[in-house]
């Protein structure tokens, strides 16, 4: 079974402070993406890195993939409070299942 | 385009009862794909689909069952409810599996 551990479970930050989220695994994936989800509404798509070291930007956030494809990292600089919400990383691996990690809650205070 | 659409939003089950969780998408992606959401454990994936007429189990298939007899529809069937199936149900379809484009969910809770 492919695991991917996300760390850390929960983040609160003052608005304007940076953000760095984990993705590890000790598996190798085809594909890493990146959900932001809110209450009651289902995971949206952020980004999929997809090569080795790769290196993705969306406004304020900063995706990599590690070089071996098992690790991925997302960084938010000068969080706002619109960042509040849960993250998910997720890994596409063998056949054609996408395994999620558990989560980062974000919450940004102004 | 509505996109994935689930329903209901919300239901109730006593111990034992079944009922089916519908999801459509009007995308014509061929996949689709079925998690439960639990406090501290992400998405876990139930069963999925790659095609109209194929599925297939994921990790915690075990009391579910599914079936896709059009591109457009994937229900879920919990056969006799238990209460470890409470849980927040979402609906996944994608194009490539590079991106999965979800529905808003169904907050299932089982008394």
């Known amino acids: 079974t492919q695991l991917l551990e996300q760390s850390p479970q929960f983040l609160s930050i003052q608005e304007g402070e940076n953000l760095t989220v984990y993705c590890n695994s000790s598996?190798?994936?085809?594909?890493l993406q990146w959900y932001r989800q809110e209450p009651g509404e289902g995971p949206v798509l952020l980004v999929t890195?997809?090569?080795?070291?790769e290196v993705k930007k969306l406004k304020r956030l900063t995706f990599q993939f590690g070089d071996a494809r098992k690790d991925s990292s997302l960084h938010i600089t000068a969080a706002q409070p619109g960042d509040t919400g849960l993250y998910l990383c997720a890994g596409a691996g063998h056949g054609n299942k996408l395994v999620f990690g558990a989560g980062t809650i974000l919450r940004v205070k102004s | 385009n509505a996109g994935v659409t689930q329903t209901p939003k919300f239901q109730v089950l006593k111990t034992g009862q079944s009922m089916t969780l519908q999801c459509a998408q009007d995308m014509n992606h061929e996949y689709m794909s079925w998690y439960r959401q639990d406090p501290g454990m992400g998405l876990r994936l139930i069963h999925y689909s790659v095609g109209a007429g194929i599925t297939d189990q994921g990790e915690v298939p075990n009391g579910y069952n599914v079936s896709r007899s059009t591109t457009e529809d994937f229900p879920l069937r919990l056969l006799s409810a238990a209460p470890s199936q409470t849980s927040v149900y979402f609906c996944a379809s994608s194009y490539s599996r590079l991106s999965y484009t979800f529905g808003s969910g169904t907050r299932l809770t089982v008394v």
């Open positions: 598996s190798v994936f085809s594909s």
């Open positions: 890195v997809v090569t080795g070291g």
